[in-house]
């Protein structure tokens, strides 16, 4: 997966858009305000920073030598993960879809409800 595969990815999530509120040239992926991802490319290799559970993180980290302590995050909640081909597509996805669902799933129920009942919980939660 490179660069714009990941973002058309993240942007294809419902409501999500993207922002660069911190440099022009790290773009931060949100739903409704909250971020579930940030994108950019540091020496030609994209890397993505997503959220997650704390313990599946570590896993992560353990399997694949592309995910590392989110850079510039919470370290227990964050992986960095270098877009450098190593990592299967579909895990790529899978991963951006778990960042998502916990972004959504801390949103109030104010935020939340909308959503699950505008898309349905399988396509928030997937």
Not at 27 to 43: I, Q, Y
Request: aromatic letters at 10%.
């Amino acid at each position: 997966m490179d660069y714009q595969t990941a973002r058309n990815y993240m942007l294809s999530r419902p409501e999500a858009w993207e922002d660069f509120p911190f440099y022009p040239h790290i773009a931060v992926m949100k739903v409704h305000n909250k971020m579930f991802a940030t994108l950019s490319v540091e020496e030609g290799v994209a890397r993505m920073n997503l959220k997650c559970d704390p313990a599946e993180a570590q896993m992560l980290r353990d399997i694949f030598t592309a995910v590392l302590p989110g850079y510039h995050m919470n370290k227990r909640h964050w992986n960095t993960v270098v877009l450098d081909g190593s990592i299967p597509a579909g895990e790529l996805e899978r991963m951006i879809d778990r960042s998502y669902g916990l972004v959504v799933k801390g949103m109030t129920r104010k935020e939340r409800l909308p959503l699950e009942l505008k898309y349905g919980c399988e396509v928030l939660y997937r």
